[in-house]
């Protein structure tokens, strides 16, 4: 892979994590007011309980996704970076501009998929 290539995965890896940190912020954000305007019943925490479902929800996808984007910049750093990290084959340039943050090529993605499901023993799409 060329050098400037790597650099424009960089930089577009480096802001999309940027947009999801803020995403996580600003979501914090408008369920902290949410909860500040008012909740019809205090006793009824039913409320409070969902909106800190949804919060864990929203954090826990997007914290999966930038722990992706962060792998992603080690493997720019290491050198090993466009290489499918199960089967040690080259990750097609266009794959890796669609989704430059993912560890595996389609091959490898669809297996890893397929696994996901048997383990889970449901559909699981779209992550990698
Ligand atoms: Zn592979």
């Given at each position: 892979m060329r050098q400037t290539q790597m650099e424009a995965i960089r930089k577009q890896l480096l802001q999309d994590r940027e947009s999801l940190?803020?995403?996580?912020?600003q979501k914090k954000a408008e369920a902290a007011a949410l909860v500040?305007?008012?909740?019809?019943?205090p006793g009824d925490m039913s409320m409070n309980i969902s909106l800190t479902d949804f919060l864990h929800l929203l954090s826990d996808n997007h914290r999966?996704?930038?722990?992706?984007?962060?792998?992603a910049l080690r493997r720019l750093d290491e050198g090993?970076?466009?290489?499918?990290?199960r089967c040690g084959e080259p990750i097609p340039m266009k794959r890796l501009e669609v989704q430059p943050f993912t560890p595996f090529c389609v091959e490898c993605k669809e297996d890893a998929e397929r696994e996901e499901i048997q383990r889970a023993g449901r559909p699981e799409q779209g992550k990698l």
């Open positions: 940190l803020m995403e996580i912020r500040d305007s008012g909740v019809p019943d999966e996704r930038i722990m992706l984007i962060d792998e090993s970076y466009g290489t499918c990290e």
